[in-house]
Antibody, heavy 121, light 108 residues
Framework: EVQLVQSGGGLVQPGRSLRVSCAAS????????MHWVRQAPGKGLEWVAH????????AYADSVKGRFTISRDNAKNSLYLQMNSLRPEDTALYFC??????????????WGRGTLVTVSS | EVEMTQSPATLSVSPGERATLSCRAS??????LAWYQQKPGQAPRLLMY???IRATDTPARFSGSGSGTEFTLTISIVQSDDFAVYYC??????????FGQGTKLEIK
């Protein structure tokens, strides 16, 4: 089955770090760029970060630049988001999503179910 | 940054009626426009891309139209399974990829 399975969310204090993961199966992971998209409680969708198939290029939303790092391990068919210096406004459901191509810049044709990150003291 | 604005915020229709959802971009996004459907407690699902191309498994009652900065998602005959939140997204000029704020399609 073609799917993205997410893990690693939870409750974390402001200023601390957390890493969320996304495991791909059922397709050739290193054929595709990948993204992280988040959704604050009761709000809309906000794109967070993007990584090309070979990790050569990454891009970030201004709201997370310098604090979050997207990475991937193609040997493990896995995508990661390392989140440092977390703020209460980072509280959201984090989705991983597959880009239509290896370089990115297209629509997102497969989504994980999301993992909840709550930043609170 | 390309801003995407959707209207209305909430659309109330009865099953069997037609629904028309709008999306406006702050600058031209060419044909690089997608629509997603999100039901409560679920991930978004790709509905349409390239303005009017239905994704795999998207029923034919869904259609997309528009150009440049003005786009429309139409559901010809709304069914009970269609009540959800719909988001438009541009992928023409990035980063960032930007979404509209969503239109909630609710039962009248």
């Amino acid at each position: 089955e073609v799917q993205l399975v997410q893990s690693g969310g939870g409750l974390v204090q402001p200023g601390r770090s957390l890493r969320v993961s996304c495991a791909a199966s059922g397709f050739t992971f290193d054929d595709f760029a990948m993204h992280w998209v988040r959704q604050a409680p009761g709000k809309g969708l906000e794109w967070v970060a993007h990584i090309t198939w070979n990790s050569a290029t990454t891009a970030y939303a201004d709201s997370v630049k310098g604090r979050f790092t997207i990475s991937r391990d193609n040997a493990k068919n896995s995508l990661y988001l390392q989140m440092n210096s977390l703020r209460p406004e980072d509280t959201a459901l984090y989705f991983c999503a597959r880009d239509r191509t290896g370089l990115g810049g297209w629509y997102f044709d497969l989504w994980g179910r999301g993992t909840l990150v709550t930043v609170s003291s | 940054e390309v801003e995407m604005t959707q209207s209305p915020a909430t659309l109330s229709v009865s099953p069997g009626e037609r629904a028309t959802l709008s999306c406006r971009a702050s600058q031209s996004v060419s044909s690089n426009l997608a629509w997603y459907q999100q039901k409560p407690g679920q991930a978004p699902r790709l509905l349409m891309y390239g303005i009017s191309i239905r994704a795999t498994d998207t029923p034919a009652r869904f259609s997309g139209s528009g150009s440049g900065t003005e786009f429309t998602l139409t559901i010809s005959i709304v069914q009970s399974d269609d009540f959800a939140v719909y988001y438009c997204q541009q992928y023409n000029k990035w980063p960032p990829y930007t979404f509209g704020q969503g239109t909630k399609l609710e039962i009248k």
